[in-house]
């Protein structure tokens, strides 16, 4: 898997959202050790086959577009810290807390660095990188890529299409982002050449007398050289650099993921238990027609079995419905012609019946039994009429018992007949 580094240019660069065709940004894709497989500048719609296929895709913000604080804060934890960061910074922005994402990073002698962004301008970068295929985003500060040497001031000019973008690590461990628009800008030519030793004087403006280590990408170096006093040391600045203080921010924990505030994390933590859930249903309901397959294929095959049987024996049958239920027919009706009986007949039912309801004298009160006003066979059933109408529970229920053990069943109608079968 890969990661996908993105360099936006501030918000300040553009009157307009930058997220257009038109809009350039810096990129480096790497994989997850961290060596370079390709960068360059190109248009953000140009990276979406890049951002569909990366595993993150890592926003650096600009560092003017991102407020850093050093503050004391109670001793909360970081739940309470949270929820109090708000009300501990509003006094020191001009903006409303309500409109921004406030984070907090490293704890140092002391003082908790704080980052603060614009909420709806990382709504915006967030909408579009995921309406460009990206999965997971994660947005640092520009302030993470720029080194912490002791004893110096170090800063990173990076060059855009409409200006250059200056962030400055002080000695007191603070940090500021400025963006450096051309003095006389052509709006008919957004990409045209710009004094870059401008950047220079802003920085001695604000570092007056500290040595400073400055890392210029490669197309500003040789005007910041030629500019630069014995106390500035140039350093030519690529992505390699800018990867490896990512990571090493990261496990400091010099870098909070800005965009964990927008709840974008927590949605892409839902998809893959929903995916596993949707699996799991799709191997169950396979699973289910598997089985149903299976049994219907044995159903098929012991009717193809019977019916082949069947028409083996009764080669003369033009029709077979029920296999089974004719062959018992066939067989019933062969062993009365022989002269044998069979377990439905009139005499095997009533014969049984007798054995079974004489059987039950001596449990009656008394030893008598109702009388039986008419006997009747129909379709291979008993049907018998008792004279007063219908027995009692006791006895209808010890006669079902008498009759079970000679392979009959009793059932009662609506109108008090008692209806006996064979059962097999």
């Known amino acids: 898997m890969s990661?996908?580094?993105?360099?936006?240019?501030?918000?300040?660069?553009?009157?307009?959202?930058?997220?257009?065709?038109?809009?350039?940004?810096?990129?480096?894709?790497?994989?997850?050790?961290?060596?370079?497989?390709?960068?360059?500048?190109?248009?953000l719609s140009s990276l979406a086959e890049l951002l569909r296929k990366a595993r993150h895709a890592v926003v650096i913000l600009a560092a003017s577009d991102v407020t850093q604080l050093q503050i004391k804060t109670p001793p909360l934890s970081m739940a309470r810290l949270k929820l109090a960061l708000p009300g501990l910074v509003e006094d020191q922005l001009l903006a409303d807390t309500a409109d921004c994402i406030v984070m907090a990073g490293a704890l140092s002698a002391g003082l908790h660095t704080v980052f603060v962004v614009q909420r709806s301008w990382l709504k915006s970068i967030a909408h579009t990188l995921t309406a460009l295929g990206a999965r997971h985003i994660v947005a640092l500060p520009a302030q993470s890529t720029v080194p912490d040497e002791e004893g110096v001031t170090t800063a990173v000019l990076t060059e855009h299409a409409q200006g250059t973008e200056l962030a400055i690590r002080l000695l007191s461990r603070g940090s500021i982002g400025l963006w450096l628009a051309p003095q006389q800008a052509d709006p008919l030519s957004p990409d045209q050449p710009q004094n870059n030793t401008d950047a220079l004087t802003t920085l001695r403006a604000i570092v007056p007398h500290d040595p400073i280590v400055l890392y210029a990408v490669p197309t500003l170096l040789y005007d910041v050289q030629r500019a630069a006093d014995a106390q500035i040391r140039i350093v030519e600045d690529n992505w390699q650099r800018r990867i490896g203080s990512i990571k090493n921010a990261i496990q400091k924990n010099n870098a909070p993921n800005m965009m964990s505030h927008l709840g974008l994390r927590q949605a892409n933590l839902w998809r893959w238990p929903l995916a596993l859930a949707a699996a799991l249903l799709i191997v169950n309901m396979a699973a289910l027609n598997i089985e149903w397959w299976r049994a219907a294929h044995q159903v098929r095959t012991l009717q193809a079995g019977m019916e082949k049987i069947y028409r083996t024996i009764y080669p003369k049958d033009?029709?077979?419905?029920?296999?089974?239920?004719?062959?018992?027919?066939?067989?019933?009706?062969?062993?009365?012609?022989?002269?044998?009986?069979?377990?439905?007949?009139?005499?095997?039912?009533?014969?049984?019946?007798?054995?079974?309801?004489?059987?039950?004298?001596?449990?009656?009160?008394?030893?008598?039994?109702?009388?039986?006003?008419?006997?009747?066979?129909?379709?291979?059933?008993?049907?018998?009429?008792?004279?007063?109408g219908t027995a009692s529970d006791a006895l209808t229920a010890s006669?079902?018992?008498?009759?079970?053990?000679?392979?009959?069943?009793?059932?009662?109608?609506?109108?008090g007949i008692w209806e006996i079968k064979h059962t097999p």
């Not at 002269?339 to 009533?350: E, I, N, V």
């Not at 079902?400 to 053990?405: C, H, I, R, W, Y």
């Open 3 to 43: 990661i996908l580094y993105l360099k936006l240019p501030p918000k300040a660069a553009y009157d307009t959202p930058f997220f257009n065709d038109g809009a350039v940004c810096s990129f480096a894709l790497a994989s997850d050790t961290g060596d370079l497989k390709n960068e360059g500048r190109t248009s």
């Open 399 to 415: 006669l079902k018992t008498a009759l079970t053990a000679r392979h009959l069943s009793l059932s009662q109608t609506t109108d």
């Open 318 to 388: 033009p029709i077979i419905l029920d296999p089974l239920a004719q062959m018992q027919q066939k067989i019933a009706t062969a062993r009365r012609a022989t002269g044998q009986s069979t377990p439905d007949d009139f005499t095997t039912l009533s014969a049984s019946f007798s054995q079974a309801w004489f059987g039950l004298a001596p449990t009656t009160s008394a030893g008598n039994l109702p009388s039986i006003s008419a006997l009747e066979y129909h379709d291979r059933s008993l049907l018998i009429r008792l004279k007063n």
